[in-house]
């Protein structure tokens, strides 16, 4: 019953957590995505995507890429979907990049940029 307890367990915290909604970001908006072994950026576009670049995208030569975030998880294969970034939680991207543990989140408002 490993996978039960799993699951239970990804539901209390997930419950709790707190992180940036997908309802919340407008087009340009930036995230500033600080996991434990890299730093992503993530500029919303006027779909459901991101062009990201940073931590595993600058590695494999693949920065500014166009892709979805399919939501947050704690590692498993459960991910909670209304979640783009949650400290303490992993980012799934949807080319099935899965971050380190999400330390720090900066919103960047699209207003606030040049």
Request: aromatic share 10%.
């Amino acid at each position: 019953m490993k996978t039960a307890h799993y699951f239970s367990a990804f539901v209390r915290y997930a419950t709790g957590a707190i992180g940036v909604h997908r309802s919340e970001l407008q087009e340009g908006d930036v995230l500033l995505l600080y996991t434990q072994n890299s730093v992503y950026r993530a500029r919303k576009l006027d779909t459901a995507e991101f062009a990201v670049s940073g931590g595993w995208f600058d590695e494999h030569h693949r920065s500014e890429v166009v892709t979805s975030i399919v939501g947050c998880t704690l590692g498993g294969s459960s991910v909670h979907r209304d979640f783009v970034a949650s400290c303490g939680m992993r980012i799934e991207f949807g080319n099935h990049v899965l971050t380190s543990t999400l330390k720090k989140v900066v919103r960047v408002p699209r207003a606030l940029l040049n």
